[in-house]
């Protein structure tokens, strides 16, 4: 497409904030529509994938990503009892790949800072309704804003403008939901793995080391609690909640020692979301809003930002913005459908209340990840590589030079026995 566009953002997520930045760089006038009052990030951690990792490249900010997440080589699963379910190395895929376990705070501050110029965000703005045929925005007051060429709707998994886009084909929240917490790194002795430790399916914690964020050089770790959703609202008592965490995992209990609960935990629900299309007239659908899923492939932060640099791209490449938008869709669509489908069905193998299942689960998953040919598919999935069934999305080789480069520079991740 030729000139530049007038587009109107909903939401100031990563999915809203690398679209923003992205689109404005491409010489667009871009408004972002903000619910919260103060912008800042929502989450604890997450692990960029490399895919994710493009993404920050294009925007010249995988230097200060490398420099504030921690590099992480393995993801290890075990039971109560210390029987391995999930033991996953990125290097049996490509010795120069690796996962960067990210305090959401550093995402934020780092893709704020990428769009600073004629910037233009409106602050404690919830948008009710959407016009999708005018490009029109309306607020909870009744304010209307635009007309805007675009809408990019990136309101995230809750969204309430979804619907006004594309008609759902699934949009329900999962039964299970998490509590999380930042704490220091300290001494945890697994500085460059995901770990995760389960009780059947019914109970499941993790630890995620993820470096430092701009202003703060503390490393920490992002912890993660597995609760059925409907009693996230209830107060936990203290005793009963470490006692809970200790017979699943004594060390991290020792970890989150010094920990106000239930007052130190964040609560997080999640959605299961799929439509029929993305798009509607100047509309668009962007990250979570267009594409919710379960946290167990843990790709959400990743696939927003592909979804950006997609937008950019077709918006590049098309004649007509019908077309930008159809293409932005049918190549997202591509890369999505078969992370819904795996998040959708791993699922209850590590949430839920069927121990027949999370028994079976500990036996079969470990030999069969073990595979030659299982194991490759499965760090496909696992690293963001992975498009339909037996597709691959190709790194480019600038990123591959510069994680290698990367981790040239930094100490070797120490290499441990398989357990």
């Given amino acids: ?20 930045a992205l689109l404005a760089r491409d010489g667009h006038h871009v408004e972002v529509f903000e619910q919260a009052h103060v912008l800042g990030p929502v989450g604890a951690g997450f692990l960029l994938q490399p895919t994710g990792m493009e993404v920050l490249r294009q925007l010249g900010l995988l230097e200060a990503t490398l420099q504030h997440g921690a590099r992480v080589g393995r993801l290890f699963g075990e039971t109560r009892e210390g029987r391995a379910v999930m033991d996953m190395r990125y290097r049996d895929l490509d010795r120069r ?16 800072s990428a769009w600073q110029e004629d910037r233009n965000i409106h602050c404690g703005r919830r948008i009710a309704a959407i016009d999708a045929g005018r490009g029109v925005l309306r607020d909870q007051e009744g304010h209307e804003h635009g007309a805007f060429d675009l809408l990019v709707i990136a309101d995230g998994a809750a969204s309430r403008l979804r619907a006004e886009v594309g008609e759902a084909v699934l949009d329900r929240p999962y039964p299970w939901g998490a509590q999380w917490c930042l704490v220091p790194r300290r001494d945890w002795p697994f500085g460059d793995e995901l770990r995760q430790r389960y009780a059947g399916a019914r109970r499941m914690a993790g630890m995620l080391p993820v470096g430092t964020r701009p202003g703060d050089d503390t490393p920490r770790m992002s912890f993660f609690w597995s609760v059925p959703a409907a009693s996230l609202h209830d107060e936990c008592e203290g005793a009963r909640w470490r006692s809970d965490l ?15 609960v239930p007052d130190g935990l964040a609560k997080a629900r999640y ?42 791209d077709a918006l590049r490449t098309s004649n007509g913005l019908a077309h930008a938008l159809a293409q932005y869709e049918r190549a997202r669509r591509e890369h999505v459908g078969i992370y819904h489908f795996w998040s959708r069905w ?4 590590f949430q839920s209340e069927r121990d027949r299942l ?4 500990d036996r079969l998953f470990h030999p069969l990840t073990r595979m030659p040919g299982s194991r490759r598919q499965v760090l496909r999935v696992l690293t963001g590589t992975r498009r339909g069934w037996l597709g691959v999305v190709p790194l480019d080789p600038r990123l591959l030079d510069a994680l290698e480069a990367h981790a040239e520079r930094v100490s070797p991740m120490p290499c441990r026995a398989f357990s």
């Fill in 246 to 260: 200790r017979d699943v995992w004594p060390e991290a209990a020792d970890t989150l020692q010094d920990i106000a």
């Fill in 97 to 112: 790949l690796f996962g960067l376990g990210m305090q959401r705070g550093a995402l934020f501050a780092l893709l704020d």
């Fill in 358 to 361: 999370a028994a079976m689960r």
């Fill in 1 to 20: 497409m030729k000139g530049s566009l007038r587009i109107g953002v909903v939401g100031y997520g990563t999915g809203g904030q690398a679209a923003a």
């Fill in 271 to 312: 959605r299961d979301a799929a439509h029929r299309r993305w798009y509607r007239g100047r509309a668009v659908l962007l990250g979570d809003a267009a594409h919710a899923m379960s946290p167990q492939l843990g790709q959400g932060a990743n696939m927003a930002l592909i979804d950006a640099l997609a937008l950019r």
């Fill in 346 to 349: 791993l699922t209850p193998l």
